[in-house]
């Protein structure tokens, strides 16, 4: 994909920043995935601006990922470029309104968890409901990460988005679809340029609150997560999406008898059966046949089809 010129350019404008046929396993929370023809890490947003222009002129795609915990990459790896936003994208600051609450703004590349110890630390309730949820503040918006006490459509203001035309715009919360564990922008955005504009940063809408008492809730809700979900195992978080009503993706997995199945080395969780977690050095194949045998399982067996939460990407 990327020929002799696009690295010396590359190399030329991102220096010690810019890596090639960089192993995407190094970079998911799953560590697996094949490698992504060029990995960049801009350090300011006019690189990022630049390369994303530059990327459009030259017909080269590009992906931008956060932390890689919501991503599964195939073994084949990415062609393109791969862009990471956590070096220049990182800043929190809070202003009070006139009206009710206080805004926080959070970079997309925010970790999530830097955010809601930002908002514990400072009194401000709204984000405890993302306590343990990892990834970054961009990713998370564009899967309205959230969990069983909220989402981040629920606090969300307005964002900032970079078009590929190479400026930015501020979007209000009204003029943003949300659904279950995702966002589409409406069509008058989409409309200015057919690729996916990148998330910049948002405003958040939070209230004034007692540190202490949210950092015992926000330990609290820690606790249940850690006796709940095979923290510390590799793993992308929850798989499948829930069903709109009934049982659980997790529910429904466990009643098919999957709990602890094992394929290479991947495994479905045996405490919780929404995750799949890289046990032995696993492929992303590996991982692949698990989905494929879960969702056809399930499928036999309740009629369901569970579609993946987490991203797969890769050739």
Known sequence: MLDSDSKIWLERRFKNSVRF????????????????DAFVMPEKLEELAALIKWSRQNDIPYLVIG????LLVKDSGIRGIVIILTKCLKRISKRDTEKDGIIVTALAGVRMQA???????NGLKGMNFAIGIPGTVGGGIMMNAGTAHGSIKSILDSIKILLPAGHAKIIMRENLNFDYRGLSLKDEVREVNQDQPIILGACFRLYPSDP??????????LKVRKERQPTGMLSAGCFFKNPLSGKTAGELIDLSGL???????????????????????????????????????????FNINLKPEVKIVGQ
Request: proline share 0%.
């Open 67 to 70: 932390d890689g915990t919501n």
């Open 212 to 221: 202490q008492e949210l950092q015992k809730d926000a330990e609290k809700k």
């Open 21 to 36: 046929d960089e192993s995407m396993s190094k970079h998911t929370s799953l560590r697996v995935g094949g490698a992504a």
């Open 115 to 121: 955010l809601c110890s930002f908002a514990i630390k």
């Open 259 to 301: 709990k602890g199945k094992s394929i290479g080395g991947a495994k479905i969780s045996l405490k919780h059966a929404n995750f799949i977690i890289n046990k032995d050095r696993a492929s992303a194949s590996d991982i692949l046949t698990i989905i494929e045998l879960v969702q056809e399982t399930v499928s036999k067996k």
